[in-house]
């Protein structure tokens, strides 16, 4: 458990080591879905004034989703369309890395905090941004960063559109009550 304590504190001081690390341990898949599952149990406990128990075990499942969605897309953008010369990457690096891009989610509990969630979760969200940009460089062994953020704003805008797509047709946030 030290490990991944470990791990998930130097995923959130923005480690690039970690980074590298975790891209090569094939055994850390289990570990990168334990932070995205914390993390959105973080969130929901930090919204749960908003979203209830329930909010919870969906936003879990939901994360989950958006994790592998998110790592997929990244690999196809990264590898397909902006590679660099040396680019080699694999769906697993990018699936182990950007999981461990969520460990600075772990702070949206703080959300429970009268007064203080829109800036937790601001800075959460910002702060995962950054950490996101690192694990995508180093799975995708770029050497430029605003290559990587490229391709995390690509795929963001692509799997914003995909889920305002289904929740027109399957109804959701974007519906009136």
Do not use: H
């Not at 001081?13 to 980074?19: F, G, R």
Request: aromatic share 10%; proline share 3%.
């Amino acid at each position: 458990m030290t490990n991944f304590q470990d791990r998930m504190l130097r995923a959130a001081k923005l480690d690039v080591n970690l980074y590298e690390e975790v891209e090569a341990d094939t055994g850390a898949i289990r570990q990168a879905m334990g932070v995205v599952v914390l993390s959105s149990i973080a969130a929901g406990i930090g919204s749960i004034a908003i979203g209830g128990l329930g909010g919870i075990l969906m936003g879990t499942f939901v994360a989950l989703i958006s994790w592998y969605v998110w790592a997929y897309l990244t690999f196809f953008i990264g590898t397909k369309f902006l590679p660099e010369p040396q680019t080699k990457a694999d769906l697993g690096e990018l699936l182990r890395t950007i999981g461990f891009s969520s460990s600075p989610g772990l702070i949206r509990i703080l959300g429970v905090i009268p007064g203080l969630g829109g800036v937790v979760f601001l800075a959460a969200s910002i702060w995962m941004l950054v950490a996101m940009v690192i694990a995508v460089r180093q799975a995708l062994d770029y050497e430029s960063t605003l290559r990587a953020a490229g391709v995390c704003l690509i795929g963001w805008i692509i799997q914003g559109l995909v889920l305002l797509l289904l929740f027109s047709i399957l109804g959701g946030p974007t519906k009136p009550v």
